[in-house]
Every structure is written in C-alpha cells, then in structure tokens.
C-alpha cells in the first residue's frame, strides 16, 4: 500500500511553488543541515569553543525576536582561531563604540586630584619614609593631617603611624562618572529599535566574521542574508 502524504511535513525545505524567498530557502537548509563538531575556519576537532559572530553584549540588548535567533550566528571554533577573532572582534568593537561616544561621557571614572596626591603622599611615607629628604617628609605629613583633619571626628594631631598610612594609601580617589553609559548601550540605542538598522548590524556583523576568520567549513545553507529575527516571535507581535 502507498501512503500519499498530503500536508507538507515540519521542517521540509521546498525549493518551489511555496511563496518562499531565497533567503528563506537557505536558511531551511541551514536549519536541516547536521552541524560538525570542527572548527568552522580550519577544521580542528580539538579545543572547541563558541564564538558568537554577532557580539553577545550586543545581542542581549536586541529585542526579544532578534535574541531568540541566535543559533546560526553561534560558531564553532578551536582556540586559535577563536583568540584570533576576539583579538579583532574586541578592536572592532571599541571603534565602534568610542564613534558613537559623546564628549565628557567616555570614561567611567573621573580622577579627584586631591585625594590622589593625598594617596601618593600617604604611601611614599610608608614605603619609603627612610629614603625620604626631610623636608619632603615635613611636606607630606603637613598634607596628610590637613586631610585627616577635614575627616569628622579626626584630628591632624593623630599619629601617622604604619596603620593609619596604610589606610591612606588605599584611599578611593576614583568618582563615578554620572555622565558614562557603557559602550554596548551606545551601540544598542544608536539602532532606535529600527528593525532596518537592526538587521543591517547583524549582517554586518556576519560579513566581518567572513572577512576576517575565512571560514572554509560552515554548516551549508549559513549565510549573512538569512533572516534575522526569529518568525515565531514577529507572528507574536
């Protein structure tokens, strides 16, 4: 008996008559294709590790349809070709960011001069008093209990001694820049939640990891045009 199926089984790529774009073709091929446990540029089966060609601090931030579409853009690769790719990746990516930065926004810290120099001063006459000329001893101690004295219930009057110095040289003379925003959220919001843009930098993403690794063993049906947000979660919006 022949049994004639009449509905087209989950997951079949069809090639014709289906109303299918070509992207969407080959990313079923992709999607059918058996994965190999080898790095995907030279071919090694040792050291395997995952390289996602689109950066995860980037990905993570996307909307949810583009997150939930990872796989293809998770690549096998060995451990010289992955340090490789992140050497390149991580220049690439602090380009990137530094571009889209505004004036007085790129460092996270900024430095309070004067508690620096307090700093300086407290270490150099715990390690090296002894290699200390005096009067450099006199001027680093005058500023030091200036600055206990400023400090509520401390008196300039307290004794420098080996454990109050050691505390000042630890002293935190780093503020929090309130202006910074972190490089991977410069990147994100410079997208505006434009599904354009979006697919745009995940493409372009996808063409850097061509042109940078040369990849020679990628899962077939792997493409920069395959879609890249996932359907399911676009037929949810």
């Known amino acids: 008996t022949c049994i004639q199926l009449l509905f087209e089984p989950k997951g079949r790529v069809s090639l014709e008559g289906d109303g299918k774009t070509s992207d969407e073709h080959t990313m079923g091929v992709y999607t059918l294709t058996q994965k190999r446990n080898e790095c995907v540029v030279c071919g090694s089966e040792k050291h395997l590790m995952r390289l996602y060609v689109v950066p995860y601090v980037y990905r993570s931030l996307l909307p949810k349809k583009y997150k939930s579409h990872m ?49 300086s001063c407290a270490l150099a006459l715990w390690r090296w008093r002894e290699k200390l000329p005096p009067e450099k001893i006199f001027d680093y101690e005058q500023l030091v209990r200036k600055h206990l004295s400023s400090l509520p219930n401390q008196s300039a009057e307290l004794e ?78």
């Open 71 to 119: 796989s293809h853009d998770i690549v096998v690769l060995c451990g010289n070709c992955n340090l490789r790719c992140q050497q390149q990746y991580h220049l690439r990516m602090n380009e990137l960011e530094e571009s889209l930065r505004p004036m007085g926004t790129k460092r996270k810290f900024e430095v309070n001069h004067e508690l620096y120099h307090i700093r």
């Open 160 to 237: 420098l001694n080996s454990e109050t110095l050691e505390k000042l040289s630890n002293i935190e003379y780093r503020i929090t820049n309130p202006r910074h925003v972190p490089g991977p959220q410069l990147v994100v919001q410079s997208l505006n939640n434009d599904d354009a843009k979006i697919e745009q930098f995940v493409r372009e993403w996808r063409q850097h990891f061509l042109d940078l690794a040369h990849p020679r063993n990628l899962p077939s049906g792997w493409s920069v045009h395959n879609p890249v947000a996932s359907e399911k979660e676009i037929r949810k919006d």
